[in-house]
Nanobody
Framework: EVQLVESGGGLVQAGGSLRLSCVASGFTFDDYAIGWFRQAPGKERERVSCFSSSDGSTYSADSVRGRFTISSDNAKNTVYLQMNSLKPEDTAAYYC?????????????WGQGTQVTVSS
């Protein structure tokens, strides 16, 4: 069974930091690109960041570039999203997702999400 389990969300003040984790199981982790998406109430889902160890592709949204960093520990099948200098507009449900091989493809698998709330 394929699973992507996010953790690390919570409530933080503006300017603070959080680190989200996504643990993957049920598929060959090294063959997939893992990305982070977010969706705030009433807004469309936004792709935040992506990294593929398969083809080296990466993605970082303009809105988070320089503040958020994606990394992975392939030995633990885990992807992290380090979020610094958080802003109230970063408030959203954050989801990790897996796409086959490259960040250029739409995800095939999704996690259940973790809530991030940034207070002003």
């Amino acid at each position: 069974e394929v699973q992507l389990v996010e953790s690390g969300g919570g409530l933080v003040q503006a300017g603070g930091s959080l680190r989200l984790s996504c643990v993957a199981s049920g598929f060959t982790f090294d063959d997939y690109a893992i990305g982070w998406f977010r969706q705030a109430p009433g807004k469309e889902r936004e792709r935040v960041s992506c990294f593929s160890s398969s083809d080296g592709s990466t993605y970082s949204a303009d809105s988070v570039r320089g503040r958020f960093t994606i990394s992975s520990d392939n030995a633990k099948n885990t992807v992290y999203l380090q979020m610094n200098s958080l802003k109230p507009e970063d408030t959203a449900a954050y989801y990790c997702a897996a796409a086959v091989y490259t960040c250029a493809l739409s995800p095939l698998y999704w996690g259940q999400g973790t809530q991030v709330t940034v207070s002003s």
